[in-house]
């Protein structure tokens, strides 16, 4: 069998194997934005569980937001995604704003983290900014090594932003890093 028979043959089926596959439903925007709320909702308990005092700071500032992102370090270089919401506070409801994230750094590290952010607006501007702007230039130094509820992780982090306080909880991953990252944030159009 020549060469070009083979790589027909092989698209071929490749294509009858898709065909068959039944299609996988993609979820709605109100259903994203209903898994976004969960998320945040859990990343909040799991701050206040920890650090009790963060709940009167959510409560009374002006906004905060909670984000959960993967990353990955390769030796000089870092690279994370992930997605969340700002709470907007208002006198008489609040105001969601669905973001998305992505950061990309350099420093030394190595390994995989999936970690959640917290993030307390104290000035209003600065909140608004964050929002409009979205970009976040912070370094970062911290080591972690979970699966679930088990291990350690030990995290420093930091802003450059005055106004803004910002939390970080590891989840699960084995990570060693000290980067210099810059982030940005930005509102996601399918789900505001």
């Not at 906004?63 to 030796?75: L, R």
């Not at 750094?105 to 952010?117: E, Q, S, Y």
Request: with cysteine.
């Amino acid at each position: 069998m020549t060469s070009s028979i083979r790589s027909v043959s092989v698209f071929l089926a490749c294509s009858l194997l898709f065909a068959a596959v039944p299609a996988v439903s993609a979820k709605t925007a109100e259903e994203e934005r209903a898994d976004v709320r969960g998320m945040r909702d859990e990343v909040l308990r799991e701050f206040f569980a920890g650090r009790p005092e963060l709940k009167a700071r959510v409560r009374d500032a002006v906004g905060y937001a909670v984000f959960s992102n993967v990353g990955v370090n390769i030796i000089f270089a870092s690279f994370a995604g992930g997605h969340g919401v700002v709470v907007t506070r208002g006198m008489f409801k609040d105001e969601e704003t669905f973001m998305k994230m992505g950061s990309a750094g350099i420093g030394l590290g190595l390994g995989v983290k999936d970690f959640r952010a917290l993030f307390i607006f104290t000035d209003r501007k600065k909140l608004e900014d964050f929002k409009s702007k979205g970009w976040d230039f912070s370094g970062q130094a911290d080591a972690a090594a979970k699966s679930d509820r088990k291990g350690d992780a030990v995290t420093g982090s930091g802003s450059l932003l005055p106004g803004v306080e910002i939390y970080q909880i590891t989840k699960n991953g084995i990570v060693l890093q000290a980067t210099l990252q810059g982030t940005k944030y930005w509102k996601d159009g399918d789900l505001n």
